[in-house]
């Protein structure tokens, strides 16, 4: 009863506060509208007001169950808007291009971005975690999870998607992993209807924070091999990060 009230209540208020920060930045629109659209990938303007209320909710909702959580989601999503503002313009992805952009002595947004999602990651995996083998695995999960959800990020609601796709089995576990499958969850839900929509997007801002609450809600509800068995996966999805990008984009044709 006590589980169900907290997911119940952690559903909720990241949902809340994901609406109403996106309706508080869409009023005040710091710095300009033309700061906060982007052109999609059929062409049309969305705006961006929803990934910066998607990583602060999310940020939230993570804290109130662990502070090590909330910093390493409000990390991730931080990095990620960082890209989002100085990357908006570069071609480069996937971690291979900005690597080798690193070896020629040029720092891109995208390296920032990955040193600093994992770095994070790991500080908090070591926290969350007691013993060496297992602190290390779980800043593995933590990043790998945030880099998941922003590969398919690729087309309306694939990443809102996943995220409740993947959230969903999470509740029924034990322990901290279902408030804070509540709490990306319930941001998810809070933006799926825009991004639907195409009139929203949540951006790598939005995208990095979700995945981070769900590798943080992985590690709270895994033992050693649950852990090795999500870190290879989230590994193995990087590495061919192109073909699950392009598996996103193919869900719904035809």
């Given at each position: 009863m006590i589980t169900r009230m907290r997911r119940t209540v952690s559903f909720g208020l990241a949902a809340a506060v994901t609406r109403a920060g996106a309706a508080a930045l869409r009023a005040a629109?710091?710095?300009?509208?033309?700061?906060?659209?982007?052109?999609?990938?059929?062409?049309?303007?969305?705006?961006?007001?929803?990934?910066?209320?998607?990583?602060?909710?999310?940020?939230?909702?993570?804290?109130?169950?662990?502070?090590?959580?909330?910093?390493?989601?409000?990390?991730?999503?931080?990095?990620?808007?960082?890209?989002?503002?100085?990357?908006?313009?570069?071609?480069?992805?996937?971690?291979?291009?900005?690597?080798?952009?690193?070896?020629?002595?040029?720092?891109?947004?995208?390296?920032?971005?990955?040193?600093?999602?994992?770095a994070a990651a790991l500080a908090a995996g070591a926290v969350l975690k007691e013993r060496p083998l297992d602190k290390v695995l779980a800043g593995v999960v933590i990043a790998g999870a945030a880099h998941f959800v922003n590969l398919v990020d690729v087309r309306p609601g694939r990443a809102a998607g996943a995220v409740l796709a993947l959230g969903a089995p999470g509740l029924l576990r034990k322990g901290a992993c279902p408030e804070l499958c509540a709490a990306a969850m319930g941001v998810a839900t809070a933006v799926l209807p825009d991004d639907l929509g195409e009139r929203a997007m949540i951006g790598d801002t939005g995208a990095h924070a979700l995945g981070a609450v769900l590798g943080t809600a992985v590690v709270a509800g895994n033992s050693r091999a649950g852990l090795l068995a999500h870190a290879a996966a989230f590994v193995a999805a990087a590495a061919y990060g192109e073909k699950v990008s392009e598996a996103a984009r193919s869900l719904g044709r035809g």
């Open positions: 629109a710091p710095g300009g509208r033309g700061r906060w659209e982007r052109k999609n990938y059929a062409g049309g303007t969305v705006e961006l007001y929803a990934g910066p209320a998607s990583a602060v909710a999310a940020a939230l909702g993570a804290g109130c169950v662990h502070p090590a959580a909330g910093l390493a989601v409000l990390a991730a999503g931080a990095c990620g808007a960082y890209d989002d503002v100085a990357g908006a313009g570069d071609p480069r992805r996937g971690f291979r291009a900005h690597l080798s952009a690193l070896r020629d002595g040029e720092v891109t947004s995208g390296a920032v971005k990955l040193f600093g999602i994992s």
